[in-house]
């Protein structure tokens, strides 16, 4: 795998631990402003302030993730497209039982401003099936 195209995973897995650690100075870090996000939920383009209020007082919190058959697309050196499978396991804020487990193909589409990448979008649809 090209040295990028490594610092990339290696940035996608940082976002997801931000998550399970309630982290959200480091997820802010990782995150273009504003973002976008599309789910099952539907569309949301958040500023780092949204994002921090979603992070803080959402119902749900990520408690473990595992990421897997990741692929890396650069088509210019200053954009990438990630896409992956995810099992994440999310569980009412704070409760340490009573959570779920679900497998998602996700993707996330990342910029390089300076130095820095930032993700952009980020895109998640359930697996049907997935067990």
């Known amino acids: 795998m090209h040295s990028a195209a ?23 870090s990782l995150l273009n402003e504003p973002a976008l996000m599309v ?36 088509p210019n050196e200053d954009t990438a497209v990630l896409t992956y499978r995810v099992e994440q396991s999310i569980a009412p804020r704070g409760q340490s039982r009573g959570g779920t487990t679900q497998e998602m193909a996700n993707s996330s589409t990342w910029v390089r401003q300076g130095a820095d990448w930032r993700c952009v979008m980020h895109t998640e649809t359930p697996l049907e099936n997935a067990a």
Do not use: C, P
């Not at 490594?6 to 802010?28: G, H, I, P, R, Y």
């Open 39 to 74: 789910s099952g939920h539907g569309t949301i383009k958040f500023d780092h302030e949204g994002y921090r209020r979603m992070a803080e007082q959402g119902s749900m919190v990520v408690t473990a993730f595992k990421l897997s058959e990741v692929d890396v697309t650069l």
């Open 6 to 28: 490594k610092a990339l995973v290696a940035l996608e897995n940082k976002f997801w631990q931000s998550m399970v650690d309630e982290d959200v100075d480091t997820a802010l």
